[in-house]
């Protein structure tokens, strides 16, 4: 079978996968692709802003350090959230000065920095409430403009293999205008894997559509190295509405800007819980928290309210969260709004080093599919933007330092056909249902271990049971083998207690 080669093959086009591209050498041949269209992925829906030391003034590498290491329970790779804390500022800077992303800005011009739980300065830089959005579509802008690189939208990679020089790909590309689905075969030296997180294995989730954990499965199918993919951070501020699985954040920026988090009887309560830090705790702190207090009340009724500030500046600074809050009914200037704890981001995955690379020769992770050790066992808040530019950024530039020249445009290679027999229907439904019981905020052992089994058998079911390739097939699969990883390492901690 012929595959059309590239240089380097970039899985995704959230902000690692294009901040990679744009950092690539020009002289290499760049293949991009995008699961569904390009702004839907948890680049694009990132509310709070990218936390970097940018006054000096008022803040240094030594606190920006200190308050992810606390943030992350001290689990963290201490070298990595060095490079992380101390790259950073150079790379918010690149943003703004070479691919032109509008940060909000004080009076005086200069940055208008805010704050989220768990950091004790003001660094976070923004845009009013979407951030995300406006890097996301300022990089995009920018990479269309690289004829070096060819994106292709609609696109699955469903398959990735490896022989003793390059990566081969099947991806199933969308042919839109014929209605059809077509095979795509691909190679390439370098494979950079920024496919997102696993928020889909849940039924409750911030994450968009895309976050099915794919490449993190086809990385552990190759052989490379996951960790700690039960490191997994539920915020505890989703608007609390049961009939969205797809659940809206309100952004930590709100409790940043003053919010108070209330229980059932409308009471504040996280003070009797962290007296200092109180809502501004790290998020699984505040989970937690709210997890004791329903116990406490014998109600899941939480609300967060910010009622008390003044009126037009939360709707100047929350805009979009404002307008999506007061769709749903609630006007957040005037009165408080239901939350509840929700599935949110990934701290483990696809282990790489200080230079984004994995144990595989040639295939490299970044964003939230990799696993930097910058996070530890949770997450600061903002810090996952920052750990996506920096990392991409290393990834590059290691690529770029070990180009080789290689002016094939096809590869021969055998890869099976793939044709099979269709997926049964409800695979993915089971799944997220049992992770839901298993583990949500707090492992519940109990359900893991029973879930644990289940799950295995799905594995095992997918494996071998000669499925066609398609892309419902490569989400299920990745949702399944997710699901076993997080579960087997939820088992094995409980053991090591
Ligand atoms: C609601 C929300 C708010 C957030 N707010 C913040 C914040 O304020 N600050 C912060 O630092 N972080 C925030 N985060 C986290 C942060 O947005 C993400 O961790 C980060 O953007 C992930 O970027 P990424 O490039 O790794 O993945 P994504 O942006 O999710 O991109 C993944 C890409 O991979 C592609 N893909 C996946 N599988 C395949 C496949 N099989 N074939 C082809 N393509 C594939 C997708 O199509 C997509 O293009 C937030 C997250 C959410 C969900």
Redesign the pocket.
């Known amino acids: 079978m012929k595959f059309k080669r590239f240089d380097v093959l970039i899985?995704?086009?959230?902000?690692?996968?294009i901040y990679a591209a744009l950092n690539l050498s020009p002289d290499l041949k760049i293949l991009m692709?995008?699961?569904?269209e390009?702004t839907?992925?948890?680049?694009?829906?990132?509310?709070?802003?990218?936390?970097a030391v940018m006054d000096p003034s008022n803040d240094d590498y030594e606190l920006h350090i200190k308050d992810t290491l606390i943030a992350g329970q001290y689990k963290n790779n201490l070298d990595n959230v060095k490079i992380l804390v101390q790259q950073g500022p150079k790379d918010v800077e690149r943003l703004v000065e070479k691919y032109g992303v509008d940060f909000d800005r004080n009076e005086d011009g200069s940055l208008a920095l805010t704050l989220e739980g768990g950091h004790s300065r003001r660094r976070i830089a923004h845009h009013k409430d979407t951030?995300?959005f406006e890097i996301e579509t300022s990089l995009i802008e920018q990479v269309q403009k690289l004829t070096n690189v060819t994106v292709i939208n609609n696109?699955?990679?469903?398959r990735l293999e490896r022989s003793d020089e390059m990566f081969f790909a099947d991806v199933i590309v969308d042919n839109v205008e014929g209605g059809k689905k077509d095979h795509e075969y691909y190679c390439a030296d370098s494979v950079i894997l920024?496919?997102?997180?696993i928020?889909r294995v849940y039924d409750f989730t911030?994450?968009?559509a895309?976050?099915?954990g794919?490449?993190i499965q086809l990385a552990y199918n190759l052989g490379a190295e996951i960790k700690n993919l039960s490191y997994i951070q539920f915020h505890p501020t989703a608007f609390a509405d049961k009939k969205n699985r797809e659940c809206f954040?309100i952004?930590e920026a709100v409790r940043g800007e003053g919010a108070y988090l209330l229980n059932c009887n409308k009471e504040r309560f996280m003070p009797r819980y962290e007296p200092e830090r109180k809502e501004l705790a790290p998020r699984d702190v505040v989970s937690n928290c709210i997890m004791e207090e329903q116990k406490a009340t014998g109600s899941d009724e939480f609300w967060l309210d910010i009622s008390h500030k003044d009126t037009d500046f939360i709707k100047n600074r929350f805009p979009m969260i404002y307008n999506k809050v007061l769709e749903k009914g609630y006007d957040m200037t005037k009165e408080s709004i239901p939350i509840y704890p929700c599935q949110?981001?990934l701290m483990g995955g696809i282990n790489v080093d200080g230079k984004g690379a994995t144990n595989i020769a040639g295939l490299y992770a970044?964003?939230?599919?990799s696993h930097t050790g910058v996070h530890g066992a949770n997450r600061l808040?903002?810090?996952?933007?920052?750990e996506?530019l920096v990392f991409s950024r290393l990834i590059a530039e290691d690529i770029n330092a070990h180009k080789k020249t290689d002016v094939r445009t096809e590869v021969d290679y055998p890869m099976s056909a793939p044709d099979g027999k269709p997926l049964p229907h409800g695979i993915r439904t089971e799944v997220r249902h049992i992770m839901q019981k298993a583990y949500f905020v707090h492992p519940n052992y109990g359900e893991a271990e029973k879930g644990l089994q289940r799950i295995t058998e799905l594995k095992e079911q997918l494996d071998n049971s000669g499925y066609a390739i398609t892309p419902e097939f490569?989400e299920t699969k990745s949702l399944v083998t997710c699901a076993y990883i997080i579960l087997k390492e939820v088992m094995e901690r409980k053991n090591e207690k």
């Open positions: 899985v995704g086009t959230g902000i690692s996968g692709l995008s699961k569904r390009l839907l992925c948890n680049s694009a829906l990132a509310q709070g802003g990218v936390a951030t995300g696109s699955v990679l469903c920024a496919t997102g997180g928020g911030t994450n968009s895309i976050a099915t794919d490449g954040l952004s949110h981001y970044a964003g939230e599919c808040a903002s810090n996952s933007l920052l996506a490569v």
